[in-house]
């Protein structure tokens, strides 16, 4: 059976977890309801295909972050934060907070936002959490991918950098859209893969336009989805670069 694996970074030679969080941006009992939350999925996702991480040091271990990802499926929300000790923020439509699902979404650090764009309040809200320290969750894309690649962003994410100004991590999922794409009604068992990428500091986007701020976080996004997809061939036991079955490396003299 296939496990949810926290892979070593390579700049924790001891394995130790480098985002443990030293001040929370919530209360504790909302902590331990999400950390029981975090273990369920976890071990659904572990009997499930297995759920693997890299470049969890990427992460700020204190203060407000942004998190941003491509969007391949409904599971990409659950999977970003599994194996990441800060608890996540995340960033919904307002269509999913019905009676039921919406108080659920909200316990685990879920608000709403529309579907056209953030919005005032959705703008607002974002703001507030980052600085109470806490790390918001977002999909720049603004949508489900229909094809498995990164669509184009929405300008949005620019303006809400600018005003923020904090360290935005971008970061990739492999498999989701392998596992429950938006046209099936239910997922199927496949290896999931996340990989967070090296933060973009405030520094490096001040004074840029717009566009151009864009540009530089789908690119890094390309890259952390390049590096996921590569894990989850080698999970899969393919080469990265797509040539056929891997075979390991032969030992001894």
């Known amino acids: 059976m296939k496990t949810a694996v926290r892979e070593p970074d390579s700049t924790d030679r001891a394995g130790r977890d480098t985002t443990r969080p030293r001040a929370g941006d919530r209360s504790w009992l909302a902590r331990l309801w999400y950390r029981l939350v975090q273990f369920s999925v976890a071990t659904l996702l572990s009997a499930t295909g297995g759920l693997r991480c890299s470049g969890r040091h990427n992460i700020p271990e204190t203060g407000g972050v942004l998190l941003v990802s491509n969007h391949l499926s409904h599971l990409d929300v659950f999977v970003l934060g599994i194996l990441v000790t800060r608890p996540l923020n995340y960033v919904a439509r307002s269509t999913l907070f019905l009676p039921i699902l919406g108080p659920l979404i909200r316990s685990v650090g879920g608000f709403p936002i529309q579907r056209e764009g953030m919005g005032?309040?959705?703008?607002?809200?974002?703001?507030?959490?980052?600085?109470?320290?806490?790390?918001?969750?977002?999909?720049?894309?603004?949508?489900?991918?229909?094809?498995?690649?990164?669509?184009?962003?929405?300008?949005?994410?620019?303006?809400?950098?600018?005003?923020?100004?904090?360290?935005?991590?971008?970061?990739a999922v492999a498999g989701t859209f392998e596992s429950w794409p938006r046209n099936r009604p239910f997922p199927r068992p496949h290896p999931i893969r996340v990989h967070y990428g090296p933060p973009i500091?405030?520094?490096?986007?001040?004074?840029l336009p717009p566009e151009e701020v864009v540009e530089r976080i789908r690119a890094r996004m390309?890259?952390?989805?390049?590096?996921?997809?590569?894990?989850?061939?080698?999970?899969?036991?393919?080469?990265?670069?797509?040539?056929?079955?891997?075979?390991?490396?032969?030992?001894?003299?």
């Open 222 to 253: 390309i890259a952390c989805q390049r590096i996921a997809r590569d894990g989850l061939r080698r999970d899969l036991g393919l080469h990265p670069n797509g040539a056929g079955p891997a075979h390991p490396a032969p030992t001894g003299g």
């Open 201 to 207: 500091l405030p520094e490096e986007i001040a004074g």
């Open 120 to 171: 005032a309040s959705g703008l607002k809200e974002t703001l507030r959490r980052l600085r109470n320290g806490g790390i918001v969750t977002l999909f720049p894309e603004g949508t489900r991918s229909r094809t498995g690649e990164l669509g184009e962003l929405k300008t949005g994410i620019a303006v809400l950098a600018s005003r923020a100004r904090v360290p935005i991590v971008p970061a």
